[in-house]
């Protein structure tokens, strides 16, 4: 059975950080392109950042900067760093594996900035 387990989710102030986690299970883990979404109230899912193998990573121009995708293949986990947090960052933030016709998510975790 696939899982994805976000963490690391909270309320922060403006300009804070956050560290999100997402342990995966029941898949190769090191052969799947990992992702950040994340979903605002009212908005469409969107895409924020991914990683191919360790080192290949790609973001959306508006956490370009900011947040650092990361993974550590021997524990299963990919990582969100968050820095300089803004309002408009608040979001349902979902973890996504995802290789050739095989797709899986998280659960999510809230993050909200606010001060």
């Known amino acids: 059975q696939v899982q994805l387990v976000e963490s690391g989710g909270g309320l922060v102030q403006p300009g804070g950080s956050l560290r999100l986690s997402c342990a995966a299970s029941?898949?190769?883990?090191?052969?799947?392109?990992m992702k950040w979404y994340r979903q605002a109230p009212g908005k469409q899912r969107e895409f924020i950042a991914s990683i191919i193998g360790s080192r290949i990573t790609n973001y959306v121009d508006s956490v370009r900067g900011r947040f650092t995708i990361s993974r550590d293949n021997a524990k299963n986990t990919v990582y969100l760093q968050m820095n300089n947090l803004k309002a408009e960052d608040t979001a349902v933030y979902y973890c996504n594996a995802y290789r050739s016709s095989f797709d899986y998510w998280g659960q999510g975790t809230q993050v909200t900035v606010s001060s």
């Open positions: 029941g898949i190769g883990f090191s052969l799947y392109t």
